[in-house]
């Protein structure tokens, strides 16, 4: 059973608009999450990441937003750039003293210019 | 070199090959990772080593055999693998210890067994 699910396999945005990737969790002992990207051939590189204490992260073009009630989280992207055409990973981790990351399996996201 | 690095980047062997895949992080870090991903399926982790002790194995055939000889580098020994574990092979390191732990990945091992 998934505990972590990105429910869209790929999302197509128009260049200068905004991207939302959305992810699920299932277990309510997850309080971390992270956001990775992957070019192909290449490995997962770190976005951004959200502790469950705050509802919302920004690191420029990029804001993840938590719902923990919901248990959802949402990665923004403003404004969106061809550059950023990538497989997005969410990610989440029971905190303290877990080293197990549960991914999801990934959105594609294409820019198109 | 900088982050996490991995070779060989592509790898073909046969089911009765024995071929090792290398990891060297330049990070300072002190936990280090082995994922397998698998066309269409999520990143699954394979083994977790935190100060050069194996703390997780999760149900991994014996076929795969990790080592970590020190904090810096990590080895996955491979041997009479099947087709069905061609995939991709992700190493990662992290500073273990608190309790939020961002991992950074390599580049991967792309593995095909025929």
């Known amino acids: 059973d998934q505990q972590v699910k990105q429910n869209s396999p790929s999302l197509s945005v128009q260049e200068g608009r905004i991207s939302i990737l959305n992810c699920d969790y299932t277990?309510?002992?997850?309080?971390?999450f992270l956001w990775y990207k992957k070019y192909p051939a290449e490995g997962p590189t770190f976005l951004i990441s959200i502790s469950s204490i705050k509802d919302k992260n920004e690191d420029g073009r990029f804001t993840v937003f938590l719902n923990k009630s919901a248990k959802h989280l949402s990665l923004h992207i403003v404004p969106s750039q061809p550059g950023d055409s990538a497989v997005y990973f969410c990610?989440?981790?029971?905190?303290?003293?877990?080293?197990?990351?549960?991914f999801g399996k990934g959105t594609k996201l294409s820019v198109i210019p | 070199e900088t982050g996490v690095t991995q070779t060989p980047r592509h790898l073909v062997m046969g089911m009765t090959n024995k071929k090792s895949l290398k990891c060297e992080q330049h990070?300072?870090?002190?936990?280090m990772y082995w994922y397998k991903q698998s066309a269409k399926k999520p990143l699954e982790l394979m083994f977790v080593?935190?100060?050069?002790?194996?703390?997780e194995n999760n149900s991994v055939p014996s076929r795969f055999s990790p080592e970590c000889p020190n904090s810096s580098h990590l080895f996955l020994h491979l041997h009479t693998l099947q087709p069905e574990d061609s995939a991709l092979y992700l190493c990662a390191s992290s500073q273990s210890g608190t309790g939020q732990e961002t991992q950074y990945f390599g580049p991967g091992t792309r593995l095909l067994v025929l």
């Open positions: 080593y935190s100060l050069e002790e194996r703390v």
């Open positions: 990070l300072g870090h002190n936990a």
């Open positions: 277990n309510s002992m997850f309080d971390y």
């Open positions: 990610a989440a981790s029971e905190g303290a003293g877990s080293y197990q990351l549960t």
